[in-house]
């Protein structure tokens, strides 16, 4: 009996369902890559309040850095230790890295302190929002200074919308203003759905820190 005379069975009429399914989706995702024909950086956004903001963003800029590409750290919220981020990637030659601020607000106590730090931070950033040299930057921590009042919104806006074309920047915080969450290319939220300090675990380095 031939190939073609065998009889079909339920597992050949599944894999050809499999094939079927599989080719559709791959026309679905072809026209895709085919319509995105763009050539500029993006903006990012991760918010929530589940763990990992930061550490994804930190992430992403190795991938551009594994790309040779120069990147720039502003945290506008200084904690009371030196991260481990900071610890690896300010030694970095391609990495501007900036800590900013005076710690979370429920250690400082101290408003006009905070504010002042963030205009301090916020005209680095600004100098590197305008720099075409460098190629993608971390704004870590900054949507909580449009949650206190400290900046204001419409001036990352503009700068965002004036940067160099293939400058890609991402900003994290647990919330973020509306302007902002409708005007970025990716907006992730990180949801909380467990997380070991709540159970008494002890907040470690090289994990919290």
Known sequence: MSEQEKPSTPVVEQADKNEARLLKKKEVV?????????????????????????SSA??????????????????????RKATGEQLFF????????????HGFTWETRNPELEKEAAEQA????????????????????????????YLDDADLIEALKNRPQYQNVMMTGRTAPRVLL????????????RHAFANGVKAQAGIEW
């Not at 072809?30 to 918010?47: F, M, S, Y």
């Open 30 to 54: 072809d026209k895709r890559i085919a319509a995105a024909t763009q050539e500029r950086g993006v903006t990012i956004l991760l918010t929530g309040n589940g763990k990992g903001k930061s």
């Open 58 to 79: 930190f992430g992403t800029m190795a991938r551009a850095l594994g790309h040779g590409q120069r990147c720039a750290v502003i945290q506008f919220i200084k904690g």
């Open 90 to 101: 300010g030694a970095h030659p391609n990495v501007e890295f900036h800590v900013m601020g």
């Open 122 to 149: 916020w005209q680095l950033a600004k100098g590197v929002l305008s720099n075409p040299d460098i190629h993608f930057v971390l704004l870590d921590e900054i949507t909580y200074m449009y949650k206190y009042g």
């Open 182 to 193: 409708d005007s970025v290319d990716t907006h992730s939220k990180i949801a909380n759905e």
